[in-house]
């Protein structure tokens, strides 16, 4: 209450212990996670419907399992020396989720890391060695086996990959800052990268990438600066 007068309480008693007690009163010790308020991320997508009442996200320097019908959080350890996620993705049967790391380690060469969903346990680790610096957009393809990424400026490199098997299928550098890249629904071997003043269509080859730009003139791409795309199953972008 507002008008209780904490002078007239009398002092609290002070327990006086040795400092063998306090160290038996320590030892094996352990803090468990219980509740974290807050996502923290520098991907553009951060929250992941994992099913219906349960979500992925960053919590500080922890990946976050929250179930939000119950309330129950789960809390899943990282690399220490990779402390950047800079760019998520969730795979088509929400199976597998990647988290696009970085860090000084490893000569600033991004971590791919794939987690399962069910039990948060990490079942695939690979060091991007396509380009340098941090992922800053990436995307599962349908079929949840090529998976694409661009790493940031000045770097601008788009590498396709089939994660399984930790192999980079083909990589090529864009030159153009890239804020947004998409897998088409249909075909996973045609992708679409957008940023500023810049929007293109890709598809594999055997040996290549080829790129078509969607806005002619080229003149007209680069007075747009497109924000974000997305395929739809009829084949629209």
């Given at each position: 209450p507002h008008n209780t007068d904490f002078t007239s309480l009398p002092p609290p008693k002070k327990k006086m212990s040795s400092s063998s007690e306090k160290s038996k009163n320590i030892t094996g010790a352990r803090l468990s996670l219980v509740r974290g308020f807050g996502a923290a991320s520098l991907s553009r997508d951060s929250v992941f419907f994992l099913s219906n009442s349960k979500v992925a996200y960053m919590c500080g320097q922890r990946l976050v399992f929250h179930d939000i019908t119950s309330g129950d959080m789960s809390f899943f350890k990282r690399s220490k020396s990779m402390p950047v996620v800079s760019s998520m993705a969730l795979d088509g049967s929400r199976k597998v989720l990647v988290l696009c790391e970085g860090g000084k380690e490893r000569g600033g060469r991004a971590l791919l890391s794939f987690y399962n969903t069910s039990t948060g346990a990490r079942i695939k680790a690979i060091t991007n060695n396509a380009s340098n610096g941090n992922i800053v957009t990436c995307a599962f393809g349908p079929n949840g086996k090529e998976f694409v990424t661009v790493s940031e400026a000045p770097d601008c490199t788009l590498a396709v990959w089939q994660w399984s098997s930790s192999k980079c299928v083909q990589h090529v550098k864009i030159g153009s800052q890239v804020t947004r890249v998409r897998v088409n629904p249909l075909n996973s071997r045609e992708f679409t990268t957008s940023g500023p003043e810049y929007l293109r269509m890709w598809r594999l080859e055997a040996t290549s990438m080829k790129s078509t730009a969607l806005v002619?003139?080229?003149?007209?791409?680069?007075?747009?600066?497109?924000?974000?795309?997305?395929?739809?199953?009829?084949?629209?972008?």
């Open positions: 002619k003139p080229a003149k007209k791409e680069q007075e747009g600066n497109f924000l974000d795309h997305v395929w739809t199953k009829q084949k629209l972008l």
